[in-house]
């Protein structure tokens, strides 16, 4: 397959996404060292700098700063008159630009969004006032509307109408074979791609050699959510497995990965650093919202992960082995999203404690949908109603299979509509607060708000019908400012004070993590899953992936019969409820929609010995437009894990 190029009016090629093969890539280096220094939005720019200077070798550090809700809550800024960028890529780079140019450590980032020329103009900008001389690279998507006759970048500083597609990493390593900038900013493009666009430049790879994508997208995969690799998101106390002390957990280190240009791959954490690194970690994140494993799709290849495993070399580095190319290696179609409005939120919530206060909390439920149905009749189904402390993550189901609940003196009330229209949402905030003097004794602490929502409706669409460009710019070093020292930088930010940072040392020294159970779980007594396996949770779009991986490796034969399709039904149709005490109508209502809507799929990974599972049609709707308290499903983990099972003999 050939790239289409097109040439701008400045004279900068456009590509679409059709495959071409690299002519005679060169072998840079023999491995290439890549950190990832954020895994989300909201990550600690902090712990990206703490990486930069324990991990001196690192060529390349990703920032993966783009989710489905940030992109559309940076969608909805945008159309407002907002930055179409992540508006913290200022802070991200005056911490972490001084010493990444000092090393020669270049910066990959998603934060361009909607506007990644909006971002690397920022960039240049702060580059200027630190005293710094560097080029900044842009790759991003441009409309295909704007290409019949002479291209014209100025209207393609954002997709029309804000539609963004997954892109793979060819854009970015032409940014590298064209540039050698010293930062790339991006718009949407697959996280696992930005990872294995260095990789493939540096090391001389080709698009057909589908055994290194695949070992190099399964390396960007376990990067791409940052601590979540090495500790984060895993300690849970009261689970020998995964316990570890508050200290430990403050010092975690973003991981990183060498790998090399036969495809070996080996992820690490800093030496000395806290957190965890082991078999445990990796296969959570393996997991990690995958769907099926067999054929988890990145726009430059389809993985088989079925058979993957990890050999510890240390307690700070893993060796990852067997990921493949799926059956079909690559697909012919790229995801696409396009952002569709879909309606109003109104929320309010209200707390209550002491004797029978989710009584209390239950009649305000009651008054606030009463009020609601006088003024605009029908719309009751369009909320949703749950107890913060009581029911409002479902940790304890109602099939009977949970560990029991303790008596709840402490909580609070939150109902949450998805309505059509505006009016609709202000009057739910404005009767909800109507509780201080008309509702139950002792409520305070009102909240309410109101709030358009859009979601991002997903589509295939042809890898020809799909554009990028790239192009670059270098600033000029202010005159009026001195180089930045990013040692002294460094020094100014990273240090602890001393009780803490001794607190930290002797954790750091203490904790050995005691990896998989050596002994089966209990057989023909009802035990919590937590006493069986571990699990994390991820969302993708309204669908939720968990995985359940097993203490004692031989365990999992013991759990396929119990884990099927209907089980997990029962256990998480109670998320769909309407309100904190639905009657034996609503129920039976609710168990026949899960039936006719609620799709299970069960998938064995015998590489790590693990389950697998994604229930569709579960996350009421998805994180941009869920009335949920947890609109992302990430405490469905614990909710699994909290029943009670049998296990064979």
């Known amino acids: 397959m050939e790239v289409k190029e097109m040439e701008s009016q400045d004279g900068e090629e456009i590509h679409n996404c059709l495959i071409k093969l690299r002519s005679s890539p060169e072998r840079r280096r023999d491995k290439v060292y890549i950190g990832c220094g954020a895994g989300f939005g909201g990550d600690r720019p902090l712990a990206a700098l703490k990486l930069l200077q324990r991990v001196h070798e690192l060529n390349y550090l990703v920032l993966e700063c783009l989710a489905e809700r940030t992109l559309a809550d940076r969608y909805?800024?945008?159309?407002?008159?907002?930055?179409?960028?992540?508006?913290?890529?200022?802070?991200?780079?005056?911490?972490?630009?001084?010493?990444?140019?000092?090393?020669?450590?270049?910066?990959?980032?998603?934060?361009?969004?909607m506007d990644p020329l909006g971002a690397q103009q920022k960039v240049l900008e702060v580059a200027s006032t630190?005293?710094?001389?560097?080029?900044?690279?842009?790759?991003?998507?441009?409309?295909?509307?704007?290409?019949?006759?002479g291209f014209s970048p100025a209207k393609s500083l954002n997709m029309e109408g804000g539609i963004s597609t997954y892109l793979g990493a060819a854009p970015i390593v032409h940014c590298l074979e064209k540039y050698q900038p010293d930062v790339i900013i991006t718009s949407r493009i697959a996280d696992a791609a930005l990872f294995l666009a260095p990789m493939v430049y540096e090391l001389g790879w080709n698009w057909d050699e589908f055994e290194h994508l695949a070992q190099g997208s399964l390396a960007g995969h376990l990067l791409e959510c940052g601590c979540q690799l090495t500790g984060g998101y895993f300690m849970h106390p009261g689970d020998k497995y995964r316990d570890m002390s508050f200290q430990h957990l403050l010092d975690l280190s973003l991981p990183y990965a060498e790998i090399r240009f036969d495809g070996q791959v080996c992820v690490a954490k800093a030496e000395g650093s806290g957190g965890v690194l082991n078999f445990n970690t990796c296969a959570e994140q393996l997991l990690y919202e995958i769907g099926d494993p067999s054929a988890y799709v990145t726009p430059d290849v389809v993985i088989d992960f079925q058979d993957v495993s990890f050999l510890p070399l240390s307690s700070c580095r893993v060796l990852c082995l067997g990921a493949k190319p799926s059956t079909i290696s690559v697909p012919d179609k790229?995801?696409?999203?396009?952002?569709?409005?879909?309606?109003?939120?109104?929320?309010?919530?209200?707390?209550?404690?002491?004797?029978?206060?989710?009584?209390?909390?239950?009649?305000?439920?009651?008054?606030?949908?009463?009020?609601?149905e006088e003024i605009f009749p029908g719309l009751n189904h369009h909320i949703l109603s749950y107890?913060?402390?009581?029911?409002?993550?479902?940790?304890?189901?109602?099939?009977?299979?949970?560990?029991p609940q303790r008596n709840s003196e402490d909580i609070r009330l939150r109902m949450d509509g998805l309505l059509e229209q505006k009016e609709h949402a202000v009057q739910f905030a404005r009767e909800f607060t109507a509780l201080y003097t008309n509702g139950p004794a002792g409520g305070g602490g009102i909240s309410t708000g109101y709030k358009k929502e859009v979601l991002l409706e997903k589509h295939l669409v042809r890898r020809e019908d799909v554009f990028w460009r790239i192009r670059m710019k270098r600033n000029t070093r202010s005159q009026t400012n001195k180089a930045v020292d990013p040692e002294c930088n460094l020094r100014c930010t990273l240090t602890l004070p001393p009780t803490l940072q001794a607190e930290t040392d002797k954790s750091s020294q203490e904790f050995v993590s005691p990896g998989r159970s050596c002994s089966p779980a209990p057989s023909g007594q009802k035990i919590p899953l937590y006493n069986v396996a571990h699990s994390r949770a991820g969302d993708k779009g309204n669908d939720i992936n968990f995985s359940l991986i097993p203490h004692f490796p031989a365990d999992i034969e013991r759990l396929k019969p119990i884990i099927t399709c209907q089980w997990v039904k029962s256990v998480v149709s109670p998320l769909l409820d309407l309100s904190p005490s639905p009657d034996i109508d609503a129920?039976?209502?609710?168990?026949?929609?899960?039936?006719?809507?609620?799709?299970?799929?069960?998938?064995?990974?015998?590489?790590?010995?693990?389950?697998?599972?994604?229930?569709?049609?579960?996350?009421?709707?998805?994180?941009?437009?869920?009335?949920?308290?947890?609109?992302h499903g990430k405490t469905i983990s614990d909710l699994i894990l909290c029943q009670q099972v049998v296990l064979p003999p």
């Open 587 to 631: 129920r039976n209502q609710r168990d026949k929609w899960v039936n006719e809507n609620v799709r299970v799929e069960i998938y064995e990974v015998k590489g790590i010995q693990a389950l697998n599972v994604v229930v569709r049609n579960i996350l009421d709707g998805g994180v941009n437009c869920s009335r949920r308290v947890d609109r």
């Open 130 to 149: 630190l005293g710094l001389n560097i080029s900044v690279a842009v790759a991003h998507e441009v409309s295909a509307t704007n290409l019949g006759s």
């Open 334 to 372: 790229l995801l696409q999203l396009v952002p569709k409005d879909c309606g109003w939120k109104g929320w309010g919530e209200i707390s209550y404690g002491g004797y029978e206060c989710v009584k209390r909390a239950e009649a305000a439920e009651y008054l606030v949908r009463s009020w609601m």
């Open 387 to 403: 107890i913060i402390g009581f029911d409002s993550l479902k940790a304890a189901s109602n099939n009977g299979n949970a560990s």
């Open 76 to 113: 909805q800024i945008m159309v407002s008159g907002g930055d179409g960028y992540d508006s913290q890529i200022s802070n991200w780079m005056h911490m972490l630009l001084p010493l990444a140019v000092e090393r020669g450590t270049c910066i990959i980032t998603n934060m361009g969004a």
